[in-house]
């Protein structure tokens, strides 16, 4: 297995409000989307340019979401070649209405999923959840997958938390 190591996400204040806006939208159901941006040190700080949100053809629902896959990959595309390149993906996001930022079995299982998916070139997937919501605030939290002596089916895989900081200059 390997080590725990310490991860920094820089999280443009931009990119934050859009995930909470996202979530008040389609609360108190799940909604979610795509991470963009670009690893400034090999897997120990990254930073968030664009988050994705769901598409218009979505489907939400209190435990989960299905994304607009078509609106997604264009998205994808367009971030990709508007940034010349440097925005690459980074794994995804989904909100937890009313619950913890901590990612379920289903969570790892899809991190797992896209790590082990070459054709997402994202060896080092990141989740970010946001929980919370409502008569509460949102809190955002950001995990990032790592190896584990452990089978894929067993734990899913395990994560561990990078430390978020929300960036408000342009």
Request: glycine share 6%; net charge negative; hydrophobic share 40%.
């Amino acid at each position: 297995m390997s080590k725990l190591t310490e991860t920094t996400a820089w999280v443009h204040q931009r990119v934050s409000e859009r995930l909470v806006n996202e979530a008040e939208r389609v609360f108190p159901f799940e909604t979610g989307g795509v991470l963009m941006g670009y690893w400034a040190k090999e897997y120990t700080e990254v930073v968030i340019t664009h988050a994705i949100g769901p598409g218009a053809d979505a489907q939400h629902s209190p435990n989960g979401f299905v994304p607009d896959y078509t609106f997604q990959e264009t998205e994808i595309e367009r971030v990709y070649h508007e940034s010349d390149r440097l925005s690459t993906y980074l794994g995804d996001w989904h909100t937890h209405p009313l619950a913890s930022c901590h990612p379920s079995f289903k969570d790892k299982r899809t991190l797992h999923r896209i790590a082990m998916f070459s054709d997402a070139r994202c060896p080092v997937p990141l989740m970010l959840i946001l929980g919370g919501g409502k008569d509460r605030d949102w809190f955002l939290q950001i995990w990032k997958y790592r190896s584990s002596i452990f089978p894929a089916w067993l734990v899913g895989c395990a994560v561990e938390p990078a430390n978020a900081i929300l960036h408000s200059s342009s």
